[in-house]
Structures are given as C-alpha cells and as structure tokens.
C-alpha cells in the first residue's frame, strides 16, 4: 500500500500548486524546544506561519500569535507525534497550511491551539479567558468527545458537533479540514487498516465538505492522498503517466499558452496565462473519460485578469482567434456555484484535434476558487473591522441560497435535518448519503424565492424543503406553470409549486420514501411512518385530506350505489381503504342507470319534424353556439360548433342544418374530473355533485396513471345555468386540479 506522506514527494515539481520547498518537520520541532526565549519576541519555530499570514494580511497583529504559540508549546511539551516529530509541530503545520490559504489571525490563533483542550491539561475557560470568546468557539467546534463517554458513537456524534458549530462560524471546518490534510500527509506511520479507516471517512466526509466549502486547495489534495491509500495500484499507473508527460520535449499545452498571450496582447487585454497541471485524482478521471490520454489532457490553461468585463473581453477574443468547443462553456461568473466558485470555462481545438480546457477568472475570483470560505477572512466582523486583504472576498448575491456565504443552504438543510436524526448510526449513514451528493441545483418557487436542492431531487424533495412537516398534506405539484406527480424529478431553473392539502389528517405514503432524495425529506416521512406503523399506505402520490363520509346521494337517485370509499386511489391502498369496489372497476361505470328516463333535447331544428339528439361527444348546454347535421334515421346530432366532430362532418360532405335552444333549460352535460389518486376521493366527488343539485346519469373511473385518477361524469343539470357553479364546486374537492367539458376526438376520416 502505497504511503500517504509519499504523495506529494511522488508528484513532478511542476503538478504542485505552489513551488514552495518541503518544511522540515524535524527542524520545526527543534526549533519549537530550542528556539528564542526572549519575551515578546516572535518564536523562531512560528517564523514561517509569520510569513505566509503577512503576505495577505500586512498589517496583521502577531503578538495573539506568538501567546498561542507559546502556550500551544508549553502545553504539548514532551508528547511526540507516531512519526517521531514533538507535537508542536502538527498544530504548526496546520496553522501554516491556513496562512497561506490567507486565513485571517483569530483562525491561525485557534488552529495553534486546536488540540490543547482535547490533548493537555488547557481548559477551554483558560483559552477563553487569554484569547477571547470567538477563538474559544473555534477550539471547542474541532475538540472531538470522548470515546469513554460516547464509545462507538464518539466519531459520528464529534462531527454532528463540529457541523453544529460550523453552522454558527465556518472557520470551525476550515480548521478541521487543515488538519485531517497534515493527518494525511502523515498518515504512513500508521498501520494499513487504520490508514485505510481514516482514508475512507476522508473521502465519505472531508472531502465533500471541502468541495461544499469550496476549499479546493485543500480538497485536491486531500482527494490524492486518499487516492494513494485506497488505490494503490491506480496512484502508482497515474503518478508514471503524469511522469512520462512531464518529461516530453514538446509541450502542446506551452504552445497554446503562448498563442493564447499572442491573441490577447493584440487585444489590449492584460492577462496572466498559466499552465494549471491538473492533479492525480483528475488526470485518472480524466482517462476513464477519455481513454488514451494526450498532452493536453494533464493540464488546462488558467487565465487571469483584473475585471469581470474582462473574463468575457477573453472569451470572445479566445473563440474569434481560435477554434472553440462550444460545447465546454460554461459561466460560473453570472450563475456562480453554491460554493463561491466563479469562473468562465471554455475550451480550444488544436489542428491535430486535441482539445485544450481554459479557465478564465479574476484574481480575485481565483483566491475564493482556490481557499473558499477562508478567502472571507473573518465574516464575522463588522464591515468597518474588515482589513484590506478581505474587502477582496466576494460580495454573494441577494437570491436565498446565496445570501449569506457564512451560512450556505447546504449547511442549513444538514443542520435541520440532523436535529431529527434519532441516532447516530442513522446520522452518520445520512451524512454520507447528503454529501455523496455533489452538485447542487437551484429551483424557484412562485413568489420568487429559491430552494437549493441536490442534483436528482424530486418535487417530494421542495415540499418538505419548503413547508417541513406540514408537506404530509401535499396533494401534488406544478412544475413550470404544468400540473407534475411528486416523482418528478427536478432540472436547475425550474419553478415549482408544491400543492397543499387543507387537512391536518393527511398523511404521506411510503412510496413517497422511493421518490425522496434529500435527508430531510426522507427523515420526516421515515418519523411519520414510525409513529403510524398503520399508515402511508394511501397513495403513491401525497393523500390530500380524506372526509371520511360516505357520499349523499338523494333517495332514488339513479347514479351511485352504496358509497365508495376510495374509487381511484392509487395500487397499494389498503385493504380497509379499497382503491375501487366492483362496481366502479376501472374503466367500468359506476352506474349504468338501467330506467333512465327520456329527456327531451330542448332544441328546435330547421327542419320540421326531425328528431333532435344532442351529440355525447361535446354534451353541448345553453347558452353554447351549435350547429347540426343530418344523420341515418333522419335524426339531427347537435354539435358545439368548436366540437372536433363538426370539422371531420364538413370534411365528409355532411350539410349542416341549422339549430337553436327552446325555451326549457334543462341539460345533460359531461364533464371529466382529472384529479390525483386517493382514499374517499369518488366518495367527496359524487356528494359534491350532489350538492350543486346535479344527477349522476352515468360514471366512469379510469385506472390510475402515474398516480392521477381521471373521472367522467354525464350529469342532469336542472338549469343550464348551474353548470359553472357545478364544475367550481366539484374543482374545490381536495385533490382535484381540473375540471372540464368532455371533448372527444373527431373519428379518423
């Protein structure tokens, strides 16, 4: 198995994100027991973390420093590292890693004192009382529990902690994460299981926070040592490809550099053109996707200019001059990641075909691309309090998620759900599950306002992302304007509006579990399901409020039988909750009506003495404009002149005769109710109808389509005038979302 510490020494020269030489940690060590004594002046051994925290913050105040150094050493004097090392010198490189990412004093200083509460005899009342409440805070988020305490649970439970914390200050994690990478690097010394343990929770948690928090500095590397410890064999053809390429004579990705700087001197553009290797981790990607990697596959370009206008002044003159692959752009700069991340990404073909990626960005743009939340300094101060070196971190956009960058949307989704997490096996389980999901999509809702939801979330996902619990009465969903089953699944930019239901009985189903793919979703309905062991087997669709009464149907009415009690609910509906009795099998009346009685049609002919029928296709009513045409017997069908029929009448040669109402406005009309599936829908349906003073004449059920129950009512209307009435009384039953004339489809000519 390959070593952790060995990545790095492994790689070329020119694959390291900065050229910086190797720390000695041996020297550091020495240095930390040997190193100037003289009061008030800065420690030899923290001379290096001096000089990384100044190149970005120059008017820094290093006396806290120097006091948590001191401490931190005193502290953690005679312990030595498994690799031999004083202890001092893991909280020095931690701290170093931060400085260079430009981390601002207060997260230096608690990083130097990170494991002294966990380690010594410090106690977190002593760091508060020397340093403040706010390093205090940092040290406490990163000091793990005790396993005595907590046994099993201690790892799970020390990360529900340190996410707590992180919700309240980001730099709690960006401290956690500096020192799992100097674990890491470190990590040779230790046997190969436990290498692998901490490789494989790294990759499940650490990384994808890195990802999240957008510390990609941090995340590469991380993703590599990870890489060397659980594919070894992968790592080491990789690491000899990277090799073989870094020693060619020709290098076609220098060749497109230096045409790229051509192109924008002629421009007037200021730009800086680097060559960005790619790492380990990415090159293998890279040739999964690709197969035999060529010489500009182990690398892309990195473009950097002083504006924004000026990212696009580069785009445009990179795909006049040069042969663009539209298909490679990307702008993260006007749609910006959910982890801060900006920047245009294009890419170029060269004449022998090969395809070099470009990124373009700011400077600024590229100091969050590569630290993240730690560019922000401290997001915490007043803005007046701000130094210099952080008034370059980025302004977030006022749209819901991105508002505050201290407290993503991705953070406040995990916060809540774990609240609900009943243990911490099934806390520890869902948070790998949560941060396996690595991109995000933003969906808005009707008022205007976003949900930031994972890739592959369903309309299920924004309910319960939107109303919480109250999402059990869902009854459905619009997605973009258009009624959609909550197993939709939604795409980056669609706005959905999830349907509630008004009874507080509703109940969710357990098919909803099979739609679900965020936490917070599934945590809520698995909490309902639990505590109704009998429930969630309505629908697969949310159950809308349910009556519980039995249809009223006025004595002698011909229409509806014994009252159903779940006619088109969807399969699954349980058995004392049938989805439809037998006389309402789907497709099926629901009553025939056997002694239906004549009814006179109520409109008067051209044409003396012919019979008038009024035709079922379009069931036309007063006041409709109709028109009539001749059929075999004599009779005259009378049509809504908007009727499909009338056009494919016209077409067979049929003359029309003209028809107009008579004095009786008595009707027959049929209507379809399109509604989603659940318990007592038919039963609510029919005792709406009831009401409006309506009769059942005729009734028909289809079977269930994705969850969506369509019902066809032909109804006796004592006055024309009520059906308007009628059709808003029945759209007002829960779970119904349309409403309307039956309108049937001209036969084929």
């Not at 800065?42 to 420093?65: K, Q, S």
């Not at 609900?420 to 991109?439: C, K, V």
Request: charged share 25%; net charge negative; aromatic share 4%.
């Amino acid at each position: 198995m390959a070593s952790a510490g060995s990545v790095a020494s492994a790689a070329p020269a020119a694959t390291r994100r900065k050229p910086r030489p190797r720390i000695d940690l041996r020297r550091l060590g020495r240095a930390a027991l040997l190193g100037s004594a003289v009061r008030d002046k800065l420690p030899d051994a923290i001379g290096h973390v001096v000089e990384a925290h100044r190149a970005h913050h120059p008017d820094a105040d290093l006396e806290t420093l120097r006091r948590a150094y001191l401490l931190a050493e005193s502290s953690h004097r005679g312990q030595m590292r498994k690799s031999g090392e004083p202890y001092i010198t893991h909280p020095l490189a931690v701290t170093l890693i931060l400085a260079e990412l430009g981390a601002e004093t207060t997260t230096l200083t608690a990083s130097l004192l990170h494991d002294t509460v966990e380690d010594t005899e410090v106690t977190l009342d002593q760091v508060g009382e020397q340093f403040g409440e706010e390093v205090r805070y940092l040290v406490d988020g990163v000091t793990k529990l005790e396993k005595v305490d907590y046994g099993a649970a201690a790892e799970p439970e020390t990360f529900r902690k340190m996410l707590v914390a992180t919700g309240n200050d980001v730099r709690v994690m960006s401290i956690k994460l500096a020192d799992r990478l100097h674990n890491m690097r470190t990590l040779g010394v230790m046997r190969p299981e436990k290498q692998a343990r901490i490789a494989k929770v790294t990759r499940d948690v650490l990384i994808p926070l890195a990802e999240r928090l957008g510390v990609q500095a941090l995340k590469t590397e991380l993703e590599d040592l990870v890489f060397a410890i659980l594919h070894p064999e992968e790592y080491e053809r990789t690491r000899e490809l990277i090799a073989r390429n870094a020693a060619r004579t020709d290098d076609p990705l220098a060749e497109v550099a230096d045409e790229v700087r051509g192109v924008l001197r002629e421009a007037g553009i200021p730009a800086e053109v680097l060559i960005r290797p790619r790492h380990f981790v990415s090159v293998h990607r890279v040739g999964r996707k690709r197969g035999q990697l060529r010489g500009t596959d182990f690398g892309r370009l990195l473009v950097l200019v002083n504006e924004d206008a000026d990212c696009y002044g580069v785009l445009g003159e990179l795909h006049t001059c040069l042969t663009p692959v539209v298909s490679e752009f990307k702008d993260f700069i006007a749609v910006p990641k959910f982890n801060l991340y900006q920047s245009l990404h294009t890419a170029v073909a060269r004449p022998d075909g090969q395809v070099v990626e470009v990124l373009i960005r700011t400077h600024r743009m590229h100091k969050v691309a590569e630290a993240g939340v730690v560019a922000l300094g401290n997001p915490y101060a007043p803005a007046s309090d701000v130094p210099a070196a952080d008034a370059a971190a980025p302004e977030a956009p006022a749209d819901g998620e991105r508002a505050d960058p201290t407290r993503p949307g991705w953070l406040s989704r995990l916060l809540d759900w774990q609240q609900a997490a009943p243990d911490p096996d099934t806390f520890w389980s869902t948070l790998r599950e949560d941060l396996a999901q690595d991109r995000e999509i933003t969906v808005f809702r009707p008022d205007g306002g976003t949900l930031g939801l994972p890739e592959g979330a369903t309309c299920v996902d924004a309910a319960y992302a939107q109303y919480g619990e109250d999402a059990h009465a869902c009854i459905g969903a619009r997605v973009n304007g258009r009624l959609a089953t909550l197993s939709t699944v939604l795409r980056d930019g669609d706005t959905v509006q999830p349907l509630m239901g008004q009874d507080p009985a509703s109940e969710p189903s357990r098919e909803w579990l099979d739609h679900a793919h965020t936490p917070a979703a599934r945590i809520a309905i698995q909490r309902w399901l639990a505590a109704h062991p009998g429930g969630g087997t309505g629908t697969a669709e949310p159950s809308g409020p349910r009556s519980g009464r039995a249809a009223a149907v006025p004595a002698g009415h011909p229409a509806e039988p014994a009252a159903p009690s779940g006619a088109g609910a969807a399969p699954g509906a349980s058995p004392d909750r049938p989805a439809a009795p037998s006389a309402a099998a789907p497709g099926r009346p629901v009553a025939g009506g056997p002694a239906q009685r004549p009814r006179r049609a109520d409109v008067l002919a051209e044409r003396p003495g012919a019979a008038v029928r009024l035709a079922g296709c379009c069931t036309p009513v007063p006041p409709d404009e109709i028109t009539g045409f001749a059929v075999r017997g004599g009779v005259v069908t009378v049509h809504r002149v908007e009727c499909a029929a009338v056009e494919h009448m016209k077409s067979r040669g049929r003359a029309e005769i003209g028809v107009r109402w008579g004095d009786t406005a008595e009707c027959r009309v049929t209507l379809v109710a399109e509604s989603f599936g659940r318990p007592h829908l038919l039963a609510d349906l029919t005792e709406a109808i009831a009401q409006a003073g309506a009769e059942i004449v005729s009734a028909t059920v289809e079977p269930p389509s994705q969850q969506r129950v369509r019902h066809t009512y032909t109804l006796q209307l004592p006055d024309a005038a009520h059906l308007p009435a009628l059709m808003r009384a029945m759209r007002d039953v829960p779970g119904v979302y349309d409403v309307s004339r039956a309108q049937h489809q001209a036969p084929a000519s």
